[in-house]
């Protein structure tokens, strides 16, 4: 919870990566890439996982650190969507929706640092 009583739940940012999390597990479901699968929703989890956790902890230097690293898997996130799309994992349709929700979370991620430094 920050100074303001907010807690992680009540993150825009935060629900958003929590729905992508899930969206990735479903999209990736029936996936016999079993090395593949497992690091991808690794990577999308560790988004919303690292907002919540920067979220709980005491003071806005670590709240900035684990933001950044949330903002790091939303990369990686996005490269394996990539791949996932050139190895047909996923059709282009809807991989191209992940990546580009991916790119709003970083976008969303990148503000809230800055918003922290203020």
Do not use: P
């Not at 100074?3 to 990735?24: K, P």
């Not at 933001?67 to 996130?77: C, I, R």
């Amino acid at each position: 919870m920050n100074s303001d009583g907010e807690t992680f739940e009540q993150l825009e940012v935060w629900r958003r990566a929590q729905a992508l999390s899930i969206e990735v597990y479903r999209a990736h479901a029936e996936c016999r890439d079993w090395g593949f699968r497992d690091q991808i929703t690794r990577a999308g989890n560790s988004i919303a996982d690292n907002i919540a956790e920067g979220a709980e902890r005491s003071g806005k230097a670590e709240f900035k650190q684990f933001l950044s690293y949330a903002k790091g898997f939303a990369g990686e996130t996005r490269s394996q969507m990539l791949r996932a799309i050139a190895l047909a994992y996923i059709t282009e349709e809807r991989g191209r929706a992940l990546v580009d929700e991916l790119r709003r979370i970083s976008r969303m991620i990148h503000a809230l640092i800055q918003s922290l430094d203020r």
